[in-house]
T-cell receptor, first 111, second 112 residues
Framework: GEDVEQSLFLSVREGDSSVINCTYT??????LYWYKQEPGAGLQLLTY?????DMKQDQRLTVLLNKKDKHLSLRIADTQTGDSAIYFC???????????FGTGTRLQVTL | DTEVTQTPKHLVMGMTNKKSLKCEQH?????MYWYKQKAKKPPELMFV???????INESVPSRFSPECPNSSLLNLHLHALQPEDSALYLC???????????FGPGTRLTVL
């Protein structure tokens, strides 16, 4: 089955850029997503990218996709304390209905 | 309305109880999902309903019984649960061609 990996923890200072990385194994994945989860809450869809794209920008968020290396990243510009949360990448696998989530990266933003 | 709502927010139940979790969306989405999330872990898919029919069951134990009464509602009936079933239960819905899934806030379930 699909394996989706992320680093566990990232700490950045307020105002800096954050880059959260994700690697996956299934090269047939067509849509890749980034979700944010704050403590005790559900998952908030941040953005997604289609596999025929290399990059997508949405305000402070930039998604980069390297299909050859099966590597996805999320860059958050001007990181704020409100960005502190767990970030999950997710890729569709098999049928379009099934998402496989990465292990999650806890982002800590310090003053 | 771009929201998925879930009730209750918290639920504590004994191993002999029967309870239900409810999920509702009014975005006209035709697919709805149940996920289970343990602490510090990613969500794990349990069930998928597409056009009110069960399309995916990820080998979930029969003590969890899903129901989709109509296109806006999704229930999860719970019976004879075990303490290891304690988790955050998330509902999601999707429709678009990009299949982005929108999640509810979850129900925190504790089984004593």
């Amino acid at each position: 089955g699909e394996d989706v990996e992320q680093s566990l923890f990232l700490s950045v200072r307020e105002g800096d850029s954050s880059v959260i990385n994700c690697t996956y194994t299934d090269s047939s994945s067509t849509y890749l997503y980034w979700y944010k989860q704050e403590p005790g809450a559900g998952l908030q869809l941040l953005t997604y990218i289609f596999s025929n794209m290399d990059m997508k920008q949405d305000q402070r968020l930039t998604v980069l996709l390297n299909k050859k290396d099966k590597h996805l990243s999320l860059r958050i510009a001007d990181t704020q304390t409100g960005d502190s949360a767990i970030y999950f990448c997710a890729v569709n696998t098999g049928t379009a209905s099934k998402l496989t989530f990465g292990t999650g990266t806890r982002l800590q933003v310090t003053l | 309305d771009t929201e998925v709502t879930q009730t209750p927010k918290h639920l504590v139940m004994g191993m002999t109880n029967k309870k239900s979790l409810k999920c509702e969306q009014h975005m006209g989405h035709r697919a709805m999902y149940w996920y289970k999330q343990k602490a510090k872990k990613p969500p794990e898919l349990m069930f998928v309903y597409s056009y009110e029919k069960l399309s995916i069951n990820e080998s979930v134990p029969s003590r969890f019984s899903p129901e989709c009464p109509n296109s806006s509602l999704l229930n999860l009936h719970l019976h004879a649960l075990q303490p290891e079933d304690s988790a955050l239960y998330l509902c999601a819905s999707s429709q678009g061609t990009h299949n982005e899934q929108f999640f509810g806030p979850g129900t925190r379930l504790t089984v004593l």
